[in-house]
């Protein structure tokens, strides 16, 4: 092989390689710390998790986006009732599991209890907005949330109440509940 068919073949590669990093899709992770995304809404969270109550994310806000989530789409509790605005506590705990587990069957993913990219990518599907208010359409309600200019997700603190406009970020650290101060 010559040094110009190498040259030629490593910058074929480098192109193709550039273009594939340049067409994918949001990209965030735990290791970012929060709920994140960019570019277009409905790939923002395929990339996020996994959530479920043995993690170490177990309390945190990123729980409680997912939550919300749950009371958007009207998810069962184990008692057979609605998953309620009262349920969102910020701790993936029996309840949140369980109505996983439902939302889950529902959706036709594995009901395993645990939010990783499947589940979370059948949910980003529901959003609609842009950086500002994303709001998520459940089969229930609509929910808002905030994107912020650098991606992080916001939601408004279930302990001060709908219309409070006290918003959290669906960070990943762990709280003993939903309210951060400054959060």
């Not at 994918?24 to 929060?34: E, H, L, W």
């Not at 209890?113 to 499947?118: C, E």
């Not at 089969?139 to 997700?153: D, M």
Request: aromatic share 12%; net charge negative.
């Amino acid at each position: 092989m010559s040094v110009r068919t190498s040259l030629v073949a490593l910058a074929t590669c480098v192109v193709v390689g550039a273009t594939a990093l340049g067409t994918s899709p949001a990209s965030a992770n735990v290791s970012q710390g929060y709920i994140a995304g960019s570019g277009t809404i409905i790939d923002d969270w395929g990339d996020e998790g996994p959530l479920w109550s043995g993690s170490k994310y177990r309390t945190s806000n990123a729980a409680g986006l997912w939550q919300y989530v749950l009371w958007a789409e009207g998810a069962t509790e184990q008692n057979g009732s609605a998953y309620d605005y009262a349920d969102i506590d910020c701790d993936f705990g029996d309840n949140t599991t369980y109505a996983t587990k439902k939302l889950q069957s529902r959706w036709g993913v594995d009901p395993d209890g645990a939010v990783g990219s499947q589940t979370f990518s059948i949910a980003d599907d529901h959003l609609r907005g842009s950086t500002g208010r994303v709001t998520y359409f459940g089969k229930v309600r609509a929910v808002t949330f905030i994107r912020t200019s650098g991606g992080a997700y916001r939601f408004e603190n279930p302990e001060a109440g709908v219309g409070s406009n006290l918003w959290e970020t669906a960070n990943y650290q762990t709280y003993a509940t939903c309210f951060v101060p400054g959060g």
